[in-house]
């Protein structure tokens, strides 16, 4: 017998409809109410509706709802308000507008209100406007003239478990008040936060962080993003606009701030900064935006990153901010953790930022950052102190390592060191294509140059000032340098003892390879490059021209080191207002001079090269050079001289055609000691 097949029947699961309650009452309590409906939304399982349906206001006025008391939701609602300007819901300074759970910590009961204003809540607890255990979405929405403890406007925020995503779009945020911290917005415990073409404007937390918005992902969180917003005229104890922080560690996570605007925000407390932003924790990402005009009692008058693991700046303008201690425009301090933390600026400009009796106008890094600059501009900003473009500071572990590409450091003056760039401490510096010109400072005009290990190369360094030596560049505590291929042309040490107006190499150990050094001039000694207690120097391929030394020694080169070797290089037209018009060779116990040409240079002694000796025992070699064409009033060409001209056993070619305008019968060589080759 054929089976017959069996079927059963199964009842459909059981099934909710979404309701929607209409307010028809400007009343605040009754039938048709606000109050009411959310009411009857609490009691109606699932997600439901509140939509308006209100006579219209009278021309230009907007219907008002006034509170005796605040507003409650157990959420899984959406408050459909009646457009921008045609409602507000006012608190009246009784109490917060809204409160929104659903009494449990670890569930998510997520609420949209849309197209309303929210003005007037007063709280000694958190969230003035609104307090929101739940997930949040707001959008076309005014919240303005609240005050609390935390969270003057908004408060959303909750159980890690309860997963809160938090949606802001298309609203004013403005005028609100904490007596602690977040003015504008307390946003916090949360997964996800999209804040997006808003206006966060005049808020104020009085005694701690987070004037505009405090936001703080979570750890298992997966986004912020602050996109397309103006974050105006805020103030708080620091972070005067807007506040981030993570939990999360994965790298993957990052807080960001793009097409964004901050300007005018002020941070007022004593300790942490940033008047525009602050960060701290996480990998923080600002692309496409402008930090303008903000200040700080302290550090980062636009920005401070505090201990983050990261932060990469692209395509921004950070500009006219101003701190009364480090990093004018922008402050980063590492974790002094074995790996340092990534600063990344790219195709960003920093203009007119500064930084009063600090270091860093317009940007300052320490303790434990990997600072990279690329395709970048700083220009006119002012530091009292050390690196009005730019400064870096760091000791061993807390090193910090430069690496600046295809940038340009313009117009910036420095009360101390480094108009352009000072980078100071342990760390390493690589300079790549990147140009230095018209900046001013005490030492160091340009580039100012503190470091275990420099790499220069295609620097283009002109028109720089420095009132004390190195005018262009100023090498200090460096163990090993090398510049190549770099330009350094009319820079100026302006202070009647000044040396090195192009360079000045202190303390130091390296070589210059095919670079140009010329017009530059040092009121002292060194008009081109000036060193001093240096270990040995190679200058090699290299071309020393049209320098001026203009008292002292050295028009195109005064060199003190432990050990010197020019080879192959061409040094004409240099000017000293002493002796070696070309070079001079001051207590180096070995040097050579090979190759190249020396012509057209002018000393009172010494026209070509110079050469001084303390103590016995030097030795030196001058060969395969031509030296021709050069003037002093003593040895047109080379003089061995100082108080034992014969502590300096010299080895020199045949040297001919210069002149002695004192008569002297021999214009070309003089000095004891000499053996000619």
Known sequence: MKNTPLFRIEPLESRIAPATFAVTSLGDTGPGTLRNALALADAHPGADTIIF?????????????????ALTSAGNVTITGPG??????????????????????????????????IVNGKTTGNGGGI??????TLKNVVISGNAAHTGGGVSVGHDTAAHIKIKISNSLISGNTATAAAGGLN?????????????????????????????????????????????SDNRADHGGGIFLNTYSTNPAVKLTISSTTVTGNVSTGSGAGGGGVYIENGNAVITGSRISDNTSATVGGGVESHKISSLAISGSV?????????????????????????????????????????????????????????????????????????????????????????ST???????????????GGAGTVTIVKSTASGNTALTGGGFYVYSSDAV??????????????????????????????????????????????????????????SSLISGNTAQAKGGGVYTKSAGGIVIMASTVSGNVAGTGDGGGMYINCSSLVVQKSTVTDNTSGDHGGGLWVDDVPIFTVSGGLFTGNVAVDGGAIGAFASVGGHAGSILGVSITGNVA????????????????SLQIAKVTGNTATSGVIEPDVSGANITFV
């Open 187 to 231: 946003l916090y415990d949360f997964d996800s936060l999209a804040l997006k073409s808003t206006v966060v404007t005049g808020n104020s937390a009085t005694a701690n962080g987070a004037g505009g918005v405090y936001a703080e992902l979570n750890s298992g969180g997966t986004s912020l993003a602050i996109t397309g917003c103006l974050v």
């Open 456 to 513: 220069l190369t295609g620097v283009v360094d002109n028109a720089n000032l420095a009132i004390k030596d190195g005018g262009g560049l100023k090498v200090i505590g460096t163990s090993n340098f090398k510049i190549t291929g770099s330009t350094f042309r009319g820079n100026n040490a302006t202070g009647a003892a000044s040396y090195g107006g192009g360079i000045d190499i202190d303390h130091s150990t390296g070589t210059i390879l």
């Open 318 to 406: 950070i500009s006219g901010n101003q701190s009364a201690g480090n990093g004018g425009g922008v402050f980063t301090q590492g974790s002094s953790a074995a790996t340092l933390q990534p600063l990344i600026i790219t195709g960003s400009g920093f203009f007119g930022n500064s930084s009063t009796a600090a270091n860093g106008g317009g940007l300052f890094a320490i303790d434990g950052v990997a600072l990279a600059i690329s395709n970048s501009t700083f220009a006119g900003n002012h530091a009292d102190f050390a690196g009005a473009g730019a400064a870096t500071y760091g000791l061993v572990a807390d090193k910090v390592n430069v690496t600046l590409s295809k």
């Open 53 to 69: 349906k209100l006579a219209p206001a009278a021309t230009g006025t907007e219907n008002v709802i006034t509170l005796a008391s």
């Open 131 to 136: 307090l929101c255990y739940e997930s949040l």
């Open 84 to 117: 921008a300007g045609k409602l507000i819901i006012d608190a009246n300074q009784t109490d917060r507008v809204f409160k929104i759970t659903d009494g449990n910590p670890t569930t998510n009961s997520p609420v949209t209100i849309t197209g309303l204003s």
């Open 409 to 423: 450091f313009s117009g910036n003056v420095a009360g101390d060191a480094g108009g352009g760039l000072y980078t």
């Open 633 to 648: 009033q003593v040895a047109g060409g080379v003089i061995n001289t100082g108080a034992d001209p014969a502590a300096i």
